[in-house]
């Protein structure tokens, strides 16, 4: 194995920083809480990684080659990287540890989880928040990646979600309902109704929306051959979906806490009837493993406030 591809000990290094700052084998030693046999290998092995003699071992005091004195600032200067780099990486652990990191859906992130946030904040101080959105699937894999102490997402119980499948504990935080809604004609009324007989234009769901999931393991006409649907767009956010049905490009199962403003100035109004529509509930789901103090207290107040 040549010198290139020995592997190196930090100790080493360590050892020869401080044989430069003694002058002498056996204070180095001393100063290493070592015995200086040992002590004398380790500098022995720095040199055949390094390839060159670094201490003229015939000077007393020990005095550092030509080659020892060039390694030397190297030397000192990662050591201090080294040091800076353990110190940054034990405060973005601590900060990590301290924080709290949940995941959300996209919707839920920006129409749920800000008031849900302010209602458990007036039960105590949380401290530093992360919050990361992204579709169902997304969120599910930062949770498995535990990446994410806690999930906010849209559930049922008949459509398993892979936090479900994995036995993850959850709280439902509120009900929600899946409506089929559609933009207004002049007189008020749905521009894309359920019952008029014709295709109707689809704004779906992707297999990645956890809302799309649950749409199409409960409401099987929208997905069957037959149905009298023809999907125009397809996405995995809400509020993209919401967007299209305002400017009437088709019907969209949407959330109705989500359009809630829309639905009472009548800009988007529910058509069908309640076959077509779905219950939902909004779900926090935790790690199953142990977590920070902070993440713990919290999720026993969600807990409490769930039962309240």
Known sequence: MGPGNRPLDIEWLEDFVTLAETGSFSRAAEARTIAQPAFSRHIRALEEWVGADLVDRGAHPATLTAAGKRFLPLTEDVLARLIAARIKARMAHDQSVASLRFAATHALSL?????????????????????MSDSTLG???????????????????????????????????????????????????PRFRLDQGTS??????????????????????????????????TGHHALVLKSLALEGRGLAWLPTRLIAEELASGRLAVTGGEPWQLPLEIRLYRQPVVMSDAAEALWATVGAVAKA
């Open 111 to 131: 129409g749920y989880f800000p008031q849900w946030l302010g209602r458990i904040e007036a039960q105590g101080a949380l401290g530093p928040i992360e919050m």
């Open 139 to 189: 969120c599910e894999e930062l949770m498995l990646q535990r990446r994410a102490q806690f999930l906010m997402c849209y559930a049922h119980d008949a459509v398993p979600n892979r936090l479900d499948e994995a036995g993850v504990a959850w709280v439902k935080l509120e009900d929600d309902l899946l409506a089929p809604v559609s933009a207004v004609d002049a007189h008020g009324a």
């Open 200 to 233: 109707l234009p689809l704004l779906a769901y992707s297999d990645a929306s956890g809302v799309g999931r649950i749409m199409r393991g409960r409401l099987r006409a929208v997905s069957a051959k037959d149905a009298p649907f023809h999907t125009v767009f």
